[in-house]
């Protein structure tokens, strides 16, 4: 099992990477969200994927008896849900903005704060 989910997050991230090498800034975003999933898949098999039971502690103990499962990487991985849902919300409306005002998504072609090189459009 732990070989299958290595082998998930190792597609993931490398379809991710591919995606953040594109110019187009929403393929950039998606190929980001695809990382981040790969990172959630990754941190929650770190924990060690056991058949235990829920990780309760019983009356009057102060640990848990016998085999539970690790719930730290589970609560990483929500947390980590959690804040990537709100950057890549965040990033779609900048990408949004950016469209609407400069027309496209191309990243070589937002020069807004560059100036344009009279010897490079001259050889266009």
């Known amino acids: 099992m732990e070989m299958l989910l290595a082998l998930s997050v190792g597609v993931l991230v490398a379809a991710s990477v591919y995606l953040m090498l594109d110019r187009n800034i929403l393929r950039f975003l998606f190929g980001l969200a695809l990382l981040s999933n790969a ?3 990754l941190i929650f098999a ?3 994927l056991t058949p235990g039971a829920p990780p309760l502690i019983d009356a ?3 640990a848990p008896t016998g085999v ?3 719930a730290l990487p589970q609560a990483l991985v929500l947390t980590a849900i ?3 849902f709100g950057l890549l919300a965040f990033t ?3 990408v949004y903005r950016a469209f609407m005002t400069l027309g496209t998504v191309n990243s070589d072609e937002m020069r807004v704060a560059e100036p344009v090189d009279a010897g490079k459009e001259a050889g266009k």
């Open 39 to 41: 990172v959630n898949l």
């Open 46 to 48: 770190s924990g060690r």
């Open 60 to 62: 009057g103990e102060y």
């Open 68 to 70: 539970v499962a690790n």
């Open 82 to 84: 959690v804040i990537g």
């Open 92 to 94: 779609l409306a900048l």
